[in-house]
């Protein structure tokens, strides 16, 4: 018998998401909702964040069963409030992860909206983890650019690779990951039992 008794759709085209839910043992189905992410001039990262994992699971649940639940997310980074978004090329992930290492501190934000179905009944929210950056040299960051590893990644930086990066996390690890799971399944629950 599955974990949620109702169907789940992930609107995302994430690996790390899919492994995620997968891991907690979640049935469910992928539809990339593939929405415009420019929201400029938002630069609130939380307010970003909730908006865009707002819009990719409204735009699939418009097509979506009537009995779904549809997960729509977004993550980013930030140092401040200035949001760090993924790298458009090797020289600005070398220069994100430089400018994180120099910081020291980085925050990482999901923000996830999940949308009922039955009734298009939305509820949405924002995790926060902290994520501790370790001085790093020049070439060994260009080590790590040169793998292609921080392509697509928010920040430049994926927390499972760019471990010799990291000095310490506080906070959800999976949130870091894309899904902060430990919020995420006790909704799909709630939810599903409505």
């Not at 400018?99 to 039955?118: F, H, K, M, P, S």
């Not at 070439?139 to 010799?164: D, N, R, T």
Request: proline content about 5%; charged content about 25%.
């Amino acid at each position: 018998m599955p974990l949620v008794s109702r169907p789940i759709i992930l609107a995302s085209g994430s690996p790390y998401r899919r492994k995620l839910l997968e891991d907690a043992g979640i049935s469910f189905t992928v539809d990339v909702s593939n929405i415009d992410e420019d929201l400029h001039p938002l630069t609130d990262p939380e307010k970003y964040v909730k908006e865009l994992a707002t819009r990719k699971a409204l735009a699939v649940a418009g097509r979506a069963p009537k009995d779904a639940l549809v997960i729509g997310a977004d993550t980013t980074c930030a140092l401040g409030n200035e949001i760090i978004g993924k790298p458009t090329d090797a020289a600005d992930a070398q220069r994100m992860i430089e400018r994180a290492c120099g910081t020291g501190l980085q925050r990482v934000i999901t923000g996830v909206c999940v949308v009922d179905c039955r009734d298009m009944a939305q509820v949405t929210f924002s995790e926060t983890s902290l994520v501790e950056m370790r001085p790093a040299t020049r070439e060994q960051i260009a080590a790590y650019v040169a793998s292609g590893e921080p392509m697509g990644k928010c920040g430049a930086l994926c927390i499972e690779s760019g471990q010799s990066f990291v000095k310490a996390w506080r906070g959800s690890y999976t949130n870091i990951m894309g899904l902060p799971m430990e919020r995420l399944l006790a909704l799909l629950l709630k939810m599903a039992s409505a």
